[in-house]
């Protein structure tokens, strides 16, 4: 027997309650009960209630010591993370990055497979369920229930239509209802978002943002791209356009771009433009440590680019150099308007250093003094890692609807059950 409250912003639904309940939890180590009481605003036995029963359903663990403010440390109540597995798919441009993981981030098995996004929906689709399959085949016996499929997508995303929005240079994408199509093919929750916000959400939940909560993670790889985490959240402005620096036109340039225009950042400064320029180099003799990399493939992949880069082929150098400027160019105007505490660069190139210090010296000495006042630029440590990794949580959040909350705490069962089991 469910009681509810009569009034408050949980009145409509009991669930609502319980899924701000474990919202807080999951942000937080440890929540005491009238933590929670503050938080959401509802009424002390209302609260005690919930919080019951989201423990006999295995989904907060009760007895974790809280923080002490003097005097003995009061008890809390922690999410129970490693209770269920989720999914993450990054489709970058040219690979489909796969990992399981809890809902505490830790990671229970990662692949990479090749794969070309342009040559369109079918194709991609297809590679995707047969990774995710392979991935879930591959687990241990005994393993938690997963719960759900997250997918990252290398262009602006509706999370809610579950497809992509005019994605530049994959016009065959447009609207293609990737959420659904991968929820039948699967048989999980599919939730789809912009792979340079998973990048962020991903980087976040493994510390490596930890103190910051204004930051622009920016993705420099086949393409460029830039997530905005304002105040600790995803920012994704009306279309899910915010953070798409790649096709701001400069001005100064007259290339064209695979979005139709000319001049876009990413149409001189990102990979596919920077590998391109870098063969014509290695064939006037102007990049001798690329040359003896090169192999067929055409452009050549980024991270041979990125070993000519290590090691310190001067002609591949100065072409970084240039396009860093470029970058740091157009994130000095959105430090202005963001004022972040951090920018950190990740992808296959935006983790170089020869990239990053263009980026730093650029950026700093054109922001506006006050927004480049302490300003960090950093690599990302994990590298290509946070993008699936991040997808996956990103759809953990949307999982926990207050209808499965109420599914799994009326199912008499402890734990994430899963549908099938409860029926
Ligand atoms: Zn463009």
Redo the contacts with the bound molecule.
Sequence with gaps: MVTRPTSGPFSSNPFLLSRRILAIARERDVVTRSELIDATGAGKSIVVQRVGELVAAGLLRDGAKAASTGGRAPQGVTFNGTGALLVGVHVAASRIDVVITDYDGRRRSAGSVANDVTAGPAPTLEAVVAAVRAAIAGLPPGSPPVLGVGVGLPAPVDPEAGCMVAP??MPEWDGVPVAALLGDALGLDVHVDNDVNATAVGELSLGQLAGHRDVVVVTVAAGIGAALLLDGRIHRGRHGAAGDI????LGDSRVA???????????SAGGVALAREAVALAREGRAPLLAPLLDDAEPPELDVLARALALGDPGVGALVRRAGERIGRVLAFVAGIVNPSLVVLTGELGTSEVLAGAVRSTLLGNAPVLAGRDLLVRTSRLGAASGALGAALLAGDEILTADRIRRWVESGRSGFVVEDDAA
């Design positions: 530049p240079g790649g096709h701001v036109a771009c695979s979005c139709g225009r000319t001049g876009c950042l990413a149409a």
